[in-house]
């Protein structure tokens, strides 16, 4: 019933239904019959089941220790625990590429669910596109890197997962991260269909951007999740290394980010409208190509998954049709795109022009400074490396002028303001971003920590006080205000959460800049000091857990002689898949982490030492806290009544009701 | 001046994709070859002299040697360097053993206890001509190198003409070292 052959089936039907869906609708539009266009969501719907049914058969597969399928044999083993048989699916290169196609089946489904509202033409299309890209990826999947291939005879036992990955947070970050990554095809196919037809104006605004802000929180969370994960799993201290990956998500982040705010241009101005529709593609197109170089071995990174070139250049075939194909139809079509109105600098559509401006310089330094490596080893044969020091300097410079429009931008009215009556309005965020400068020179050092915390304490002060103000607070009645805040759209609550976020976010990276370390060799019982807390070590012992041999420590900090807390790092060896693990031990009060490594055990007797790494973070849990904030403001703004589609249809159906 | 600008904003998405598009074909054929290796690790010493040292020998393998009597020689020597914790290294000799009847190895034990070093050495029967410990990995910085096993391909007169930053084999000695020892 959920056997290996009938998962294969499955997907070669779901390719097959994918390309009847990318067809189809595309043809019976361009002759206007509307029973063909019609067919297209009765097809997505159709092959989100079959691909929902694969993914099944494959997680079957893996639950039942069925070793006959490579994929399992490779990955599994009978020993592994439940949870991580499942996640295990997609923690491997085939696996992953199922759940990819079976996320961008899901965006189909969910196009044709609530997606009722759009004009038939246009849903059709759309499906059409995201029909098409499913199709590529499925034929990709069966082609080069099919998951129920089977191997014969069937091992007794598969080889088991990487220790690394037996985690929770990492079991659960590539569906949320690829359903950013894949949600960005949602308004990629919308931009196309809009190509297609030569016309975009204030209601495709409307249409394109909750899908936009829905694939926005979930990429955000994704990035958060990953940079969480690789702080206290891989005990390394840091949080985000530059590494070509983490940049691979970083990248259509800054250009969605852009996306979402170029969208609110399109629907209250009509304006911005060719520019909207490249940043539609450019992230969906950005979104794609960090897949292909993660999976193509072409980029060197940390996080490696099994490189085969042959698998990289049917990918890049894939890319050259999809980003290929869709700039074509771009640089012909989008001439034909007319924009209205001139915007006056200082105006709320002038903010966001600015924000559009930075936040793609942003990401081009990122671009730069990922793809120059490779280049140069291609172009002129030497190894170079770009890291840290480059991103620093090339971003923080850009992010400062962000910061401080994040503050301006949502207290300037539309079309046209005043300059002395915005200001007005900010002058007690101002106040309280002159305490914070003050505040950042007490407890920051060096210039650009200082300017960043500044003005990270101004964007959350100014969207703050943008709430207050129009709530009416300080000059209503307890009543009015009550009023005001049932009546203050939602999508505003949502900006400003999402804006507080993002302060937060670069107030816990302004923190971690001041993070202080040291790497000690010390006896049992002795204390070493860091950052004003003395850290002693009491004892370590060893015990032998389920699949696994541990060495555990206990590290007490005391501050001001008072104790803290007792960490418990420890490290444990994999005897099965001969891994040593690190099992980081952070004792976190909101302000400061206590993080503690143990590392090795040298000498015997009484002459042993220990290894241990002990790390003082400032604000470091603000950093994913502000991305969580970020994303539940966006997902608050996906509730207003004005984003959802069918919002004027069923107003009007309510009028006629009511007269 | 409104259809320049749209004339950019078309064009230079595309002209930038293609770019892309056309490096990552090439990187990718060239992976398939061996000719780009984005993992290789480029060490600034290949066409250089040798930098100068001087090491101790190890216990019951003889004297060590010096850079004057590795220019002195008169035939190609390949330098590689090991330690005995080292696990590409156990997975490299047999490949060195292969590689020392056509050509002399010279060994050197990367920070490693000298007694661990000879014991490795002599376990299944030494590749190398001659043998050198740098105990605390101070030759192996002047040479760049990164990581155990590494190897360099010294040319009579001293200058390296080849380095690899993987455990050599008969296939590599083949497709790399061999062709450059004709021109010597």
Known sequence: ?659 | MNATRRGILTAVPIIGAGVLGVGFWRMLSDMRSGAFDPRAIKNPNVGKPIPSFAMPGLPGLGDGFTDAELKAQHRPVLVNFFASWCIPCVAEMPGLRAISRNMPIWGIAYEDKPENAAGFVQRDGSPYARVASDRHGRVAIDWGVTGVPESFLVAPGGRIIWHGSAALDPQIYEAEIRPRLAGL
Not at chain 1, 173 to 181: C, N, S
Not at chain 1, 350 to 362: P, Q, W
Not at chain 1, 471 to 480: F, L
Not at chain 1, 524 to 540: F, K
């Open chain 1, 1 to 659: 019933m959920f056997g290996p052959e009938q998962g294969h089936f499955a997907l070669a039907l779901a390719c097959v239904l994918a390309l009847v869906q990318f067809a189809v609708p595309l043809w019976g539009a361009s002759r206007r019959d509307a029973r063909l266009v019609g067919l297209a969501p009765y097809l997505a719907v159709s092959q989100l089941i079959a691909l929902g049914y694969s993914f099944l058969c494959l997680i079957m597969c893996a639950v039942g220790d069925d070793f006959s399928v490579q994929n399992v044999a490779a990955n599994s083993a009978v020993s592994k625990p439940l949870l991580y048989k499942i996640t295990g699916v997609w923690g491997n290169h085939e696996g992953s590429v199922l759940l990819w196609t079976l996320i961008l089946a899901a965006c189909g489904g969910a196009v044709s669910l609530f997606g009722r509202n759009l004009p038939d033409i246009l849903r059709g299309r759309v499906l059409a596109i995201l029909g098409g890209v499913s199709a590529g990826f499925q034929m990709f999947c069966l082609l080069t890197s099919d998951p129920f291939e089977r191997v014969f005879p069937a091992p007794m036992d598969g080889q088991g997962m990487n220790p690394l990955l037996q985690d929770p947070g990492l079991a659960f970050h590539p569906p949320i991260l690829y359903t950013g990554y894949v949600g960005f095809a949602v308004p990629f196919a919308f931009a196309v269909a809009a190509l297609i037809e030569g016309r975009v104006d204030a209601a495709w605004g409307r249409w394109v951007r909750p899908w936009a802000v829905a694939a926005w929180c979930f990429l955000t969370c994704g990035i958060a999740l990953g940079s969480w994960w690789s702080y206290y799993v891989l005990g390394w201290g840091g949080y985000w290394f530059w590494d070509p990956v983490e940049n691979a998500s970083l990248i259509p982040w800054l250009t969605g980010t852009a996306l979402v705010h170029s969208a609110i241009v399109v629907e209250k101005r009509e304006g911005l409208k060719i520019w909207t529709v490249l940043l539609a593609i450019a992230t969906f197109s950005f979104s794609l190509s960090g897949t292909f170089l993660v999976r193509s071995g072409i980029l060197n990174s940390v996080h490696a998954f099994a490189n085969d070139p042959a698998r990289g250049v049917f990918i890049l075939a894939l890319l050259a049709i999809v980003i290929g194909g869709s700039l074509a139809l771009f640089a012909w079509r989008a001439p034909s795109l007319t924009s209205t109105g001139l915007f006056s600098p200082i105006s709320r559509e002038g903010s966001l022009v600015l924000n559009n401006i930075l936040l793609c310089s942003i990401c081009a330094v990122v671009v730069t400074g990922t793809m120059y490596p490779p280049f140069m080893q291609l172009l002129a044969g030497r190894t170079i490396s770009v890291g840290k020091p480059f991103f620093d300097a090339a971003t923080i410079p850009l992010t400062l002028p962000l910061l401080l429009a994040m503050g301006v931008g949502t207290a300037l009215p539309w079309k046209r303001a005043q300059l002395a009556r915005t200001f007005s309005h900010l002058y007690a965020a101002a106040g309280i971003a002159a305490i914070g400068v003050v505040l950042c020179f007490w407890r920051l050092s060096g210039i650009m920590p200082i300017a960043c915390g500044a003005l990270a304490i101004w964007v959350i002060a100014a969207s703050a006080s943008d709430v207050l103000r129009r709530i009416g607070i300080g000059h209503t009645s307890p009543r009015g205000v009550w009023e005001r805040m049932k009546n203050l759209p939602r999508s505003s609550w949502g900006a400003a959460l999402a804006h507080i976020g993002a302060g937060i976010t670069v107030l816990g990276l302004c923190g971690m800049s001041q993070a202080q370390h040291a790497i000690v060799e010390i006896h049992i019982g002795e204390t070493r000091s860091l950052g004003g807390d003395a850290w002693t070590l009491l004892d370590v012992h060893d015990y032998i857990g389920p699949n696994y041999k541990a060495m555990q420590a206990d590290l007490a900090i005391r501050h001001n002689g008072k104790l803290v807390t007792i960490l418990h790092p420890e490290k444990r060896d994999f005897t099965t898949q001969s891994q040593t693990t690190t099992e980081v031990a952070i004792h976190t009060n909101f302000i400061t982490d206590l993080y503690g490594v143990i590392g090795d055990r040298h000498g015997t007797g009484k002459d042993t030492t220990y290894v241990l790494r002990l790390h003082r973070n400032p604000l470091a849990p603000w950093m994913w806290l502000g991305g969580l904030v970020m994303a539940i403001g966006g997902a608050f703004s996906l509730s207003d009544r004005r984003m959802r589609i069918g919002a004027p249809k069923r107003a009007a159906a309510r009028n006629m009701a009511r007269a």
